[in-house]
């Protein structure tokens, strides 16, 4: 069974730092590319960072730019996202995601619509 699980959510104070894992089970996900999403109560689901399979290109949301950093160990089919100088308006549940589609090994995706895979979410909440 193909799967995405979460980890690394938690309470935490503002301008403090959390590190997510998502860690692919069921198959490699070495050229996938791999996303963070995040929705809060009452909001859409957004996007917040993607990698793409190689790790050559990444991309952000503005409202993380430079807090935010995505990365990934193949050899071990995890995806990881660094978050520092954490907001309370970062509190959210966040959600990774993988794709498989057409460049996704060089290129990445801010589209959750393409995104075909989804793990359970990891709740991370910032306390002001």
């Known amino acids: 069974q193909v799967q995405l699980v979460e980890s690394g959510g938690g309470l935490v104070q503002a301008g403090g730092s959390l590190r997510l894992s998502c860690a692919a089970s069921?198959?490699?996900?070495?050229?996938?590319?791999m996303g963070w999403f995040r929705q809060a109560p009452g909001k859409e689901r957004e996007f917040v960072a993607a990698?793409?399979?190689?790790?050559?290109?990444?991309n952000y949301a503005d409202s993380v730019k430079g807090r935010f950093t995505i990365s990934r160990d193949n050899a071990k089919n995890t995806v990881y996202m660094q978050m520092n100088s954490l907001k309370h308006e970062d509190t959210a549940v966040y959600y990774c995601?993988?794709?498989?589609?057409?460049?996704?090994?060089?290129?990445?995706?801010?589209?959750?619509?393409?995104?075909?895979?989804w793990g359970q979410g990891t709740q991370v909440t910032v306390s002001s």
């Open positions: 995601a993988a794709t498989t589609g057409s460049g996704s090994y060089y290129y990445t995706s801010s589209n959750r619509y393409e995104y075909h895979l």
């Open positions: 069921g198959r490699t996900f070495s050229s996938a590319a």
């Open positions: 990698i793409s399979g190689s790790s050559s290109s990444t």
